[in-house]
């Protein structure tokens, strides 16, 4: 009887090893698509900034083209007032 509750107490402690043993394995496996994931989303950090400066600086190009066209717009009418009025 002590025999057989002594094997019994081994075989457990043997599946409780062997199930440590796999989840420190998974535990592993985890952290190493934590650090994937991070890395990755270190890429699309820079890629999201690098992105907005590129929107950014499109917009203050949109901005400076509008201003000129403005003014080139209002050149444009001077002059036609300008060679209206020689004309008459």
Known sequence: MEQRKRELS???HRT???EVEKLKS???DY???IQLLRRHNDE??????????RLATME??????RKEAEKL???NQR?????QETMT
């Open 10 to 12: 081994d075989k457990q």
């Open 16 to 18: 409780l090893s062997e």
């Open 79 to 83: 002059l036609q007032r300008e060679k």
């Open 60 to 65: 203050n190009e949109l901005v400076s083209s």
């Open 31 to 33: 952290e190493k698509q």
């Open 44 to 53: 699309l950090d820079g890629q999201l900034k690098s992105g907005q400066a």
């Open 26 to 28: 998974q535990l592993v």
């Open 73 to 75: 717009a209002e050149l």
